[in-house]
Every structure is written in structure tokens, then in C-alpha cells.
């Protein structure tokens, strides 16, 4: 098999497989959090950390929402777990910008997840994996629009950077941004991020202390973020409120 197939069919197969990759660093992250040592970090060190921490991935979230939001039905924004999906080329907005911005958003929010680790070691190793398994991903997609869209995609293509955005490239979007369209897809996102730090907090509380500490505002933010997805998932699922014409 030349090389350029093995490329692409790994990547489609990690395209496939990317729903687990949260558990992966979920249980890596058990042992990072016991080996990683605080007392050398002070108080205010630790709280500004933090800060950067959900910064980072509120980023991330911002990012992906702006991708979501401004995203019609059937372009190449709209992957499924299944496979590569377009009808047209998105190539206005974000994706102006640069061709990858739910991969970008992706990053940002489990970036920010792992800072708040403490380990930074931590923090470049994941930043590599994170690049060596996109990248796969992203070749597969890209062979994909490039076999669809021919010469359209590879103008694009050229002139877009995969992850850096390029400000002077911009192009207005063809259609408004959709609030409905974030909060009918973003939400389970929402949640696993949410969950990501609620579990290090507690994770790392234990170690500590050896008992797990109810009484944490991370519990309590857990608490209000299920709440915000149970309502969410039920009216994407049981009414029309979050549902839009010509959105996917």
C-alpha cells in the first residue's frame, strides 16, 4: 500500500475512533495528577493557572461556536462519526480564516483541561499527540474535498492555513450565525469539558486529603452544567425550538 493510502486510511479510521480519545486522557491523567507534586506551586500560582486553564478552553468552546454557528447544511464543516461528509465547500467565515477551526477549538478546550494538571510536562506531550493524531485526521478529510472539489478546493487550500488563522484572508459569512445551532450541538462538548476539570479537582482533592469532598464548587458547576445539558437534550430531542431551516 503506497504511503499516501496508509495516510489516509488511518486517518479515516482515527476519524471514526475520535469519540474515545476524552477517555484516553481521562485515564491518563490519574496518574499525572498523583505524581504531580503542588506545594512547590503557591496558592496564587494555582489560581492563576486555573484562570488560564478554563480561558483556554472557553477559547476553544468560542471557537467551535463560531464554526457551529456559521456553519449551512451539508458543507465540509459537517463530518459525522460515520465519515466524510459535504455537499459544498465552506470557505467563508472562520474557515477564512483557517481550514481546521473545530479542530483548533478541540485543541483549546482539552488543552486547558490538561493545564489544569499542573503538569507541563504534561501539557507538550498531549500538544504532540494531539498534532500527530489530527494530523492523520485532517489528511483523510483534506484527500476527501480535494477528490470532491477539485481545483475549487485546492485554491482554498492554498491560500487557507490549516491552524494559524490568516486576519487578511477574511471573507464575510454567506449566512448569519445561529445561536440554535451551538446550543442544539454543542452541549454534550459543553459537558465533557466541564466534567474534565470536575474530575482532576476531585482527583486531585483526593490524593490529597483522601477522601472525596462533596462540598467543592466544581461539584457544584458539574451540577449546574448536567442540569443545562439534560434541558438542552431534551428539547433538541423531543421539540422543533432548536431546530432551523437549511442548518444541520
Request: glycine share 8%; with cysteine; charged share 15%.
Amino acid at each position: 500500500m503506497a504511503l499516501i493510502h496508509s495516510f489516509e486510511n488511518s486517518g479515516n479510521w482515527l476519524f471514526r475512533h475520535r469519540g474515545e480519545l476524552p477517555v484516553v486522557l481521562f485515564i491518563l491523567a490519574i496518574p499525572v495528577v498523583y505524581f504531580t507534586p503542588t506545594t512547590w506551586l503557591s496558592a496564587d500560582a494555582q489560581i492563576i493557572i486555573t484562570i488560564v486553564a478554563v480561558f483556554l478552553s472557553v477559547l476553544g468552546f468560542i471557537i467551535r461556536a463560531i464554526s457551529i454557528g456559521t456553519t449551512p447544511k451539508g458543507t465540509s464543516g459537517r463530518n459525522t462519526k460515520e465519515g466524510q461528509v459535504a455537499e459544498s465547500l465552506n470557505t467563508s467565515g472562520i474557515y477564512s480564516l483557517m481550514r481546521h477551526p473545530l479542530y483548533v477549538g478541540n485543541y483549546f478546550m482539552w488543552i486547558g483541561i490538561v493545564l489544569f494538571t499542573f503538569n507541563f510536562s504534561f501539557v507538550v506531550i498531549i500538544s504532540l499527540a494531539f498534532w500527530l493524531y489530527y494530523e492523520r485526521i485532517m489528511f483523510a478529510e483534506e484527500r476527501f474535498l480535494e477528490k470532491k472539489f477539485g481545483a475549487s478546493y485546492l485554491e482554498w487550500s492554498l491560500s487557507t492555513p490549516a491552524f494559524i488563522p490568516c486576519i487578511r484572508g477574511y471573507k464575510k459569512n454567506t449566512i448569519p450565525f445561529s445561536l440554535k445551532s451551538v446550543l442544539r450541538r454543542e452541549y454534550s462538548g459543553m459537558m465533557a469539558t466541564v466534567t474534565g476539570f470536575v474530575f482532576i479537582d476531585l482527583l486531585r482533592n483526593y490524593f490529597q486529603t483522601g477522601s472525596f469532598d462533596s462540598n467543592r464548587l466544581s461539584v457544584y458547576v458539574f451540577g449546574g452544567a448536567l442540569v443545562v445539558t439534560l434541558l438542552l437534550r431534551s428539547l433538541k430531542h423531543y421539540t422543533t425550538i432548536l431546530k432551523e431551516e437549511g442548518r444541520s
